[in-house]
């Protein structure tokens, strides 16, 4: 089974629209997916568990706020033996979820590794200073790992659950979460092949990605992964 989680923090308008793009895309799949709210300050939680009555979906209350606490708490509860991660917004392309399953289902990879940034991908509607600002951060990533991959902080992935809790205990509390998961995974040396996704920028709803906010954070995580991968390398 595929178990896909969504977390959500004031997300009620997207609600309806996520069940039905789930519903309607993966009727193929034997899938779940887990609604995870996040200290939502209007009505998500309350029209979640009103709306998502098919039992292919599941809503979960965060206890711990931020989205490290969401993404344990859907790591937890999954029941699939595979684990995507996706957001509210819709911005990651359902189809490229399709290939991460049958990837992860037929090849003998511990995570498949989608980047917007590789030939083949497409991104639309990328806010600029974003683009600037994450094209830099993730070369940055790249030349401190010594690795080719280019889109280590986008959530859209997708692991097998038991590589997850192999490298539990997830640390971070924020949006550095994505950032942690497949840096373990690369460190670590699990199996991981890289693809190309495509991208959309939100038309509906606000981001709760703040760049400012994030910044220590996501340098926190860089140097906690750092000399992580580093101890590996001396005990070896």
Same mark, same amino acid.
């Given at each position: ?9 004031? $997300? &009620? ?8 793009? /789930? ?7 034997? /899938? ?7 200290? &939502?300050?209007?009505?998500? !939680? $309350?029209?979640?568990?009103? @709306? ?14 931020? @989205? ?5 708490? #859907? ?9 995507? =991660?996706?957001?509210?917004?819709? &911005? ?40 600037? !600002? ?9 030349? +401190? ?25 997830? +640390?971070?509390? &924020? ?7 497949? @840096? ?7 199996? /991981?092949? +890289? ?5 959309? #920028? ?10 400012? $906010? ?8 860089? =140097? /906690? ?5 580093? @101890? ?5």
């Amino acid at each position: 089974m595929l178990s896909i989680i969504i977390p959500v923090r004031n $997300e &009620s308008d997207s609600l309806k629209g996520l069940m039905e793009h /789930y519903s309607k895309n993966l009727s193929n799949i034997n /899938y779940e997916v887990l609604i995870i709210n996040d200290f &939502s300050k209007d009505d998500t !939680l $309350e029209k979640a568990k009103n @709306l998502f009555k098919n039992q292919n979906f599941k809503v979960l209350d965060n206890k711990k706020k931020g @989205l490290g606490g969401a993404i344990n708490l #859907g790591i937890k509860e999954a029941s699939g033996s595979f684990v995507a =991660i996706m957001m509210a917004d819709q &911005s990651d392309d359902i189809n490229d979820l399709i290939k991460y399953n049958t990837l992860i289902n037929t090849g003998d990879y511990d995570a498949i590794l989608g980047s917007r940034f590789i030939k083949e991908s497409k991104v639309l509607n990328y806010p600029i200073q974003k683009l600037v !600002l994450n094209r830099i951060f993730n070369y940055f990533v790249g030349l +401190i790992f010594w690795n080719n991959y280019n889109d280590y902080t986008n959530a859209f992935k997708i692991y097998k659950k038991k590589t997850l809790n192999e490298i539990s205990p997830l +640390i971070s509390e &924020s949006f550095n979460i994505f950032l942690e998961i497949p @840096l373990k995974i690369i460190s670590r040396k699990y199996k /991981y092949k +890289i693809i190309p996704i495509n991208w959309t #920028g939100r038309t509906k709803g606000v981001s709760k990605f703040k760049i400012k $906010e994030l910044r220590s954070k996501y340098l926190f995580t860089l =140097i /906690y992964c750092f000399i992580e991968k580093n @101890l590996l390398n001396l005990k070896k």
